[in-house]
């Protein structure tokens, strides 16, 4: 099994279709090549087009699956509802392999109904889409700051100073972000893209520790 996410979780970044579609003709036939598309919703192109993603290629790579989430764009992270986007064969393998009753009816009911709501998944990631940009731009105007392009519902950061240390003085006025055990994101913070006064309130708690205020 080779795992790709595209968008990537932590770093926000795109994979792109070329180096997966580069994946599937390298993969060996037997290795199946799973791409975790948890935030495709947010993964915009150019003004007028639609979000990127590589469903359309599992017609020509039968190894192909195409992971998604309602966590993220359809506002449902309680309902622990995913799906999967394979050919029919590689389908009912999956199938094979399902826990029995691994999804509650109250989860499948609530997402058969948000399936359907079109205009409502639209307004959250066009809402997401706006605080990101919002977000990012308000972290690069703080000295000592390093947002990262992203393509999802958060952004990671770059810090001159302890991420662990930052992320303590914001704690103490409120404000909760992401730090990674990874050494090579010491250094580094992700930020989930909040309601606007949200962000208000983390961008001053920020500039507030940047600054050296206490």
Not at 68 to 85: D, E, I, V, W, Y
Not at 149 to 158: A, I, M
Not at 167 to 184: E, S
Request: negative net charge; glycine residues 8%.
């Amino acid at each position: 099994l080779v795992f790709i996410c595209d968008p990537n979780n932590p770093t926000g970044n795109r994979v792109g279709a070329a180096a997966i579609v580069e994946a599937l003709t390298r993969a060996n036939p037997e290795t199946y090549v799973a791409v975790d598309e948890a935030y495709w919703e947010f993964n915009l192109g150019e003004a007028g087009e639609a979000a990127m993603t590589v469903a359309g290629l599992i017609a020509h790579y039968p190894s192909l699956i195409v992971l998604r989430t309602m966590s993220k764009a359809f506002a449902l992270a309680g309902a622990r509802l995913g799906f999967a986007l394979a050919g029919r064969e590689t389908a009912a393998r999956l199938e094979v392999v399902r826990m029995a009753f691994n999804v509650n009816s109250l989860s499948m009911a609530v997402a058969e109904v948000v399936l359907n709501e079109a205009d409502y998944v639209r307004d959250v990631v066009a809402r997401v889409i706006d605080g990101r940009r919002r977000l990012t731009a308000g972290l690069a105007g703080i000295a000592g700051l390093s947002p990262l392009p992203s393509w999802t519902n958060f952004v990671l950061v770059g810090t001159v100073r302890p991420a662990a240390e930052v992320a303590k003085a914001l704690a103490d006025r409120g404000v909760r972000v992401r730090l990674f055990p990874d050494v090579r994101l010491s250094n580094h913070f992700r930020i989930s893209v909040g309601r606007p006064e949200e962000l208000d309130q983390c961008l001053e708690a920020l500039s507030d520790v940047m600054e050296g205020d206490s």
